[in-house]
């Protein structure tokens, strides 16, 4: 039998990575745009990297699993947002 | 524009320059108005509209006006005496915002068979509007860079982005996609001046409550506009955007209670 | 005149600028294009560069101030939509000009104390009296200052630097054309819609005069200034250095004319421009000797 002490901890499972396609955004110069997209309202589920720009309601995208701690850019609204954990959920907050 | 692909990448700076620069709102409102002669693609066909509808439509059209005119002669005013370059090439940039989103308002209330728009806006605008953009220009007279910011590009900003976005919702279609471009501008106008305000109020908290004095005597007149704005439109009160959400979100992020 | 005005139109200038001329630039130039390696390579080349770029940025910064502090001025809304398309395009000189310095080799963090250092100090004179109008709210005189004196000056310095960098320096040369068209539509629109107010206030000719004849005054002594440090022309060491016969400006061999033929040269396009644009709108050009 193994010490359970001896396995390893389960740590933050890896980031996935992920292939940003074009949105149809495009408020933003050509080369950013498909990180980007239009939020479809409250039943818009998120991915996992996906996050909400609570000062104009665009959905920013990430080539990676977003996780608390992480800091992104909302260019269509020029603000830096941190990620933070809320009730479970993962939200961005203003950083100014 | 080089640089990283992503973003995210970007330094603090590196995007902030970025972001302010004429480059960028270059090929920012490429994507949006190219091919979109007075902001909505050609062809596009007028829906009918009844008179009692296209009377609330010019109403509002004409408050829209009085609005986007408080932005610019504010935004132009404000260049004078923004505090470093990026700002100053930044308002550049939502001078000719709004100096545009003037023009498509007056194009489209010519195709609503508007003949003399200087007298039908007098005639339509509403009292508390014009209120509001009487103090707006007081704060830019006094060269007042913090209560110019919060009035425009927090609370005014704020009122046209949430009204515009609902607006377009519901409008005819040549309306509605002129509206979804300007909503595409004011997302830059709006972030703009939340970040800025938020940067300085964390340097200078004693700001704090001069901008609260503003913003309760601006509430009001704020909150009045919206909703004489969506009466003319003939949406119910319990069909309303939360303005309020919008808004009052906004400036709780700035740190203001309600 | 509104039909002359909606010439001035925002979807025009959406059409002919950023969607036309600007098309596929970055900060005004071809994307590849760079310095020139002599430029860079040379310490006093690339100096004389570096004046002559901020006495541009301090211009172009004047113009900024100017044409945003107009709109709130403007009678009517048509001028104000074109003097928003003029802030945006003063807003882009602005930035053009300053990458240009950091091109040149200038940090960032040292821009202001490299204007500082370099900046002409009749400029900044010249920049007063026209400032001044502005704060006044004075719509006249603010727009025969900006858009007939500044922008009249402008248009002949950008066009003799464009003449000596269309060889030596495309770069330079392709940034100043994007320039050199936006200055034309700046100066038609003084031109244009000034003819008709100061024929409506005839009261205004000798207080605007006045305004002309000083500004006049500081423009010639920056000249002055500026080609008693290194002749201004951009491509005149460089053609010189080459042994080349160089570009030329007003009949003058760029590269083998003295700096007092150049300033002549230049003065007297940039008055006799002056004394054709002013009388078109009914005032007459006061000379400041």
């Not at chain 2, 603090?12 to 909505?40: K, N």
């Not at chain 2, 003319?232 to 009052?248: Q, S, T, V």
């Not at chain 3, 963090?109 to 006044?136: C, M, Q, R, W």
Request: include cysteine.
């Amino acid at each position: 039998m193994t010490d359970p002490l001896e396995k390893p901890t389960p740590g933050p499972r890896p980031r996935e990575t992920f292939e940003l396609e074009e949105t149809g955004f495009n408020e933003v110069p050509k080369r950013f745009r498909r990180f980007y997209r239009r939020w479809r309202g409250p039943g818009d589920k998120l991915g996992p990297n996906e996050a909400l720009c609570p000062v104009c309601k665009v959905v920013i995208r990430s080539t990676k699993t977003l996780r608390a701690g992480d800091r992104v850019y909302c260019m269509p609204c020029m603000s830096r947002l941190e990620l933070v954990e809320e009730d479970g959920m993962l939200v961005a907050k203003v950083i100014y | 524009m080089t640089g990283p692909d992503s973003p995210h990448d970007l330094g603090e700076t590196e995007f902030r320059d970025t972001v302010r620069s004429f480059e960028f709102w270059f090929e920012a409102v490429e994507g949006y108005l190219h091919g979109r002669p007075y902001g909505v693609t050609p062809g596009l066909k007028e829906a009918e509209l009844s008179e009692r509808q296209r009377d609330g439509l010019i109403t509002t059209l004409c408050n829209y006006c009085v609005g986007e005119t408080a932005a610019l002669d504010a935004s132009s005013g404000m260049i004078g005496f923004a505090p470093d370059r990026g700002a100053k090439v930044f308002l550049a940039t939502q001078v000719v915002d709004e100096g545009r989103h003037l023009e498509v308002l007056l194009h489209r209330l010519g195709q609503l068979g508007v003949t003399d728009p200087d007298a039908e806006i007098e005639q339509r605008a509403n009292r508390s509007l014009l209120k509001f953009k009487e103090r707006l220009l007081e704060f830019v007279d006094a060269r007042d860079w913090e209560a110019s910011v919060f009035a425009q590009n927090v609370i005014l900003e704020c009122l046209e982005f949430t009204v515009f976005r609902h607006h377009a919702g519901t409008a005819d279609p040549i309306t509605a996609e002129m509206l979804r471009g300007i909503v595409s501008d004011e997302r830059r106008h709006m972030g703009f001046g939340e970040n800025d305000l938020g940067r300085r109020l964390l340097i200078a908290p004693h700001t704090h409550d001069r901008l609260y004095r503003i913003k309760r005597e601006l509430d009001s007149l704020v909150l009045d506009t919206f909703a004489e704005t969506l009466g003319e439109l003939g949406i119910e009160r319990e069909e309303r955007p939360d303005l309020a959400g919008d808004y009052m979100a906004a400036v709780a992020r700035l740190g203001f209670r309600s | 005149m509104v039909d002359f005005l909606s010439n001035y139109s925002i979807q025009k200038w959406l059409e002919s600028c950023p969607q036309g001329y600007l098309q596929d630039t970055v900060y005004g130039h071809g994307p590849d294009q760079v310095e020139p390696q002599e430029l860079l390579a040379n310490d006093d080349y690339r100096e004389q560069q570096i004046r002559t770029t901020v006495q541009l940025i301090a211009g172009e910064r004047c113009a900024l101030a100017a044409s945003s502090g107009l709109v709130n001025a403007a009678p009517d809304q048509a001028s104000k939509t074109f003097l928003a398309t003029q802030t945006l395009d003063e807003g882009r000189h602005v930035e053009i000009f300053t990458r240009r310095l950091f091109d040149l080799g200038v940090k960032p963090d040292d821009l202001e104390s490299t204007i500082k250092t370099y900046i002409n100090p009749h400029l900044g004179k010249f920049a007063e009296v026209l400032l001044e109008k502005i704060d006044k709210k004075d719509f006249v005189a603010g727009v025969v200052g900006q858009n007939i004196v500044l922008e009249g000056m402008a248009f002949s310095v950008f066009e003799m630097l464009h003449a000596g960098a269309e060889a030596s320096n495309p770069k330079f040369a392709r940034t100043l054309s994007g320039t050199i068209a936006d200055e034309r539509r700046h100066v038609g629109f003084g031109e244009n819609r000034i003819g008709e107010l100061i024929r409506r206030y005839p009261d205004k000719k000798p207080e605007v005069q006045r305004m002309q004849r000083d500004m006049t005054k500081h423009m010639l002594a920056t000249f002055h200034e500026a080609f008693s440090h290194n002749g201004a022309g951009a491509g005149r060491t460089s053609a010189a250095q080459n042994g080349a016969s160089g570009p030329t400006y007003q009949g003058l061999n760029m590269a083998e004319a003295s700096n007092e033929e150049m300033e002549g040269a230049l003065s007297a396009t940039v008055l006799k421009e002056f004394k054709t644009r002013l009388g078109r709108i009914g005032l007459e050009y006061q000379s400041p000797a």
